[in-house]
């Protein structure tokens, strides 16, 4: 697991998109939303089992789940995913451990920051 890439990811969006992690489960110490201003979510921390993606290894490993444009094939099921526990027409789960270049993961969380903020009812930040 590469915790240093997800302190450096959450730091990014924080200093990028102001948005910090909300821890909104109890049950679910490894999981926060990332919320646009206007307070829908264009991001979702979590720690899971590497199964659950549908990889052999049980190990665990840290995602973000972001938003995606529909018409994007970007689900390579090696390094970014169909979503985890969302709706896998609209989310993609990214692996946080360094198998995505930074500034790749930074183009997939401005996505899906302005798919929220394009939203009618979202108003810009």
Same mark, same amino acid.
């Given at each position: 697991?590469?915790?240093?890439?997800t302190e450096?990811i959450l730091?990014?969006i924080?200093?990028?998109? /102001?948005?910090?992690p909300?821890? *909104?489960?109890k049950?679910?110490?490894?999981a926060?939303?990332l919320r %646009?201003?206007?307070?829908?979510?264009? /991001?979702?921390?979590?720690?899971?089992s590497?199964?659950?993606?549908g *990889?052999?290894?049980?190990?665990?490993?840290?995602?973000?789940?972001?938003?995606?444009?529909?018409?994007? /094939?970007?689900a390579?099921g090696?390094?970014?995913?169909p979503?985890?526990h969302?709706n896998k027409? %609209?989310?993609i789960t990214?692996? *946080?451990d360094?198998?995505v270049?930074?500034e790749? *993961?930074k183009g997939?969380?401005?996505?899906?920051?302005?798919?929220?903020?394009n939203?009618? /009812?979202?108003?810009?930040?």
């Open positions: 697991m590469n915790r240093n890439m450096v730091k990014y924080e200093e990028t998109y /102001g948005a910090s909300e821890f *909104l489960w049950d679910l110490p490894d926060a939303a %646009h201003p206007c307070g829908k979510w264009f /991001g979702v921390w979590m720690r899971i590497r199964r659950k993606l *990889l052999a290894e049980e190990a665990p490993v840290e995602v973000l789940n972001l938003k995606r444009d529909p018409m994007l /094939g970007l390579d090696r390094r970014i995913f979503a985890y969302m027409e %609209h989310w990214v692996l *946080l360094g198998s270049p930074f790749e *993961l997939l969380i401005a996505m899906s920051y302005d798919m929220i903020e939203k009618r /009812g979202c108003k810009k930040s």
